[in-house]
C-alpha cells in the first residue's frame, strides 16, 4: 500500500506546483492524465495536409458529407443545409462559458457557432442559428484567423466548432491554414453525430476532441423530433469512428480536456426510455470508460409549444326548418400546440433514471458539477 500511495504521488504534478497560482493542479491517476499535448494537426506531413485539401475540394463538388447524401456540387448550388462551397457562415466567435468546466476551463472554449444544420430538431435551441441562416460570410482563410484571434486575444483553451457537420471541406482548409498561421490549440469538433464516415475520415489527424450528442434513440423519435431517418443507426457509426480516432477523453494536470470522446445526451420529457437505451449501447459497444454528460437543460424552444398551424375549416351551418328546435353551437376548442408531449420542463427523476442505467451499465466518468474549488475531472 504504502509503495502504491508513492507511485501515486511521483506521478502527481501537485508535488512540482509552481510558487504561481495561475495555473491549478489537480490529482488525477492514469491513463486519462497526460504530462503535456501537442495538437494532432501539428504532427501532420505535408503530403498528408496536400492530399486533405485535395479531398475537401473534392466533398464540396459531390457533397456527401452526411446522411443526406445531397450530392449537389455546392460552387453551383446548395443542398438541405443551404450553405454553398466558397464560404461558411458564421453566427458568433468568441471564448464561451457555457461547456463542460474541462472544455470552456477559466478563460472560457474559443466557440465558433456556425450557422445552417443538416438537421431540424424541433426543439432546437439555437434555431435562430441553424434554422435560420443568421450571420456573416467567412473564407476559410479568413476563419483560420479568427482562430489566431481567438487564441491571441481571447486567450481561449481551444477552438471549438459548434454544428460544423455541413461545413467540414471549409473547416479542414481553415484548420490546416491556421497551423500555418501559428495555431497551438485542441480542436473541438462539437457535433450532433449526424456524420457521414467519409466526412470523419476527412477530419481524421486534425481533430482532437470530438463532442457528439446522441439525441434519441427510436427511428420513430428521429423522424418525427430531428426531421431524419436513420439518425441512430448514424450516430452509432459516428460516435464509434470518433472513439477509433481519439479514445476516451484526457486531460492536462491542469484539468483541462485535451484528447478523446466526450458524448452529450439531453434528456427529454418523457422520453428517459430512449435515454437508458443510448448509455446502454455507449457502455456495450463503445467503451465503459467513455466521459458522458446527461444533460437536464431541455425547455420547450422553436417549434414546440407553437399553435399549431393547420384548423378545421368549419362549413357554414344552416338555418334550422320551423317548429325545429335551436341547439346551441359548441363551444369552439381551444387550438391546440404543436409537440405537446414535450411541451414541459424536464423532470428530476427522469434525469435520475438515465444516470441510474448508466451505473447500472458500467458507465462511471461523468460531467458531474464539481464538489470542490476545481475541475471535476
Known amino acids: 500500500m504504502q509503495k502504491v500511495h508513492r507511485h501515486l504521488v511521483s506521478l502527481s504534478p501537485v508535488a512540482k506546483a509552481p510558487s504561481s497560482f495561475s495555473r491549478r493542479y489537480l490529482h488525477l491517476a492514469p491513463p486519462f492524465l497526460l504530462d503535456d499535448y501537442i ?225 452529450r445526451h439531453l434528456v427529454m420529457p418523457g422520453k428517459e426510455d430512449e435515454g437508458q437505451e443510448i448509455v446502454q449501447w455507449l457502455a456495450n459497444n463503445v467503451s465503459k470508460d467513455i466521459f458522458i454528460n446527461i444533460m437536464e437543460q431541455y425547455h420547450p424552444d422553436a417549434h414546440v409549444g407553437k399553435p399549431r398551424r393547420s384548423s378545421v375549416t368549419s362549413k357554414s351551418t344552416p338555418l334550422p326548418q320551423a317548429g325545429a328546435s335551436v341547439v346551441e353551437p359548441m363551444a369552439a376548442e381551444k387550438p391546440s400546440v404543436r409537440y405537446e408531449d414535450i411541451n414541459r420542463a424536464i423532470r428530476p427523476e427522469e434525469v435520475s433514471s438515465v444516470r441510474r442505467a448508466a451505473e447500472k451499465a458500467g458507465l462511471w466518468r461523468f460531467c458531474d458539477p464539481p464538489e470542490h474549488g476545481g475541475f471535476n475531472i
Open 39 to 263: 495538437p494532432r494537426y501539428q504532427h501532420l506531413s505535408s503530403l498528408d495536409a496536400a492530399r486533405k485539401r485535395s479531398a475537401a475540394y473534392s466533398h464540396l463538388r459531390h457533397c456527401n458529407l452526411c446522411p443526406r447524401l445531397c450530392g449537389v456540387n455546392r460552387y453551383e448550388k446548395t443542398g438541405i443545409c443551404l450553405i454553398g462551397a466558397e464560404t461558411v457562415k458564421v453566427n458568433v466567435i468568441a471564448p464561451h462559458f457555457g461547456e463542460e468546466p474541462c472544455i470552456q476551463g477559466h478563460n472560457g472554449s474559443g466557440s465558433v457557432f456556425f450557422s445552417g444544420c443538416n438537421l431540424r430538431c424541433v426543439f432546437c435551441q439555437n434555431h435562430d442559428i441553424a434554422h435560420q441562416r443568421n450571420g456573416f460570410d467567412l473564407t476559410p482563410e479568413e476563419l483560420a484567423e479568427w482562430y489566431i484571434k481567438l487564441q491571441e486575444v481571447g486567450r481561449a483553451h481551444n477552438i471549438n466548432l459548434i454544428t460544423p457537420e455541413h461545413v467540414v471541406p471549409q473547416v479542414v482548409l481553415s484548420i490546416l491554414h491556421a497551423r500555418e498561421l501559428g495555431l497551438r490549440l485542441p480542436i473541438i469538433y462539437n457535433t450532433s453525430s449526424f456524420d457521414s464516415l467519409a466526412s470523419l475520415e476527412l477530419l481524421d489527424g486534425l481533430v482532437d476532441i470530438y463532442l457528439p450528442d446522441f439525441k434519441v434513440w427510436k427511428n420513430s423519435t428521429s423522424r418525427r423530433l430531428l426531421k431524419a431517418d436513420n439518425y441512430t443507426e448514424t450516430a452509432m457509426e459516428s460516435i464509434k469512428a470518433m472513439h477509433a480516432q481519439a479514445g476516451d477523453l484526457c486531460f492536462t494536470p491542469d484539468g483541462l480536456a485535451k484528447k478523446g470522446v466526450l458524448v
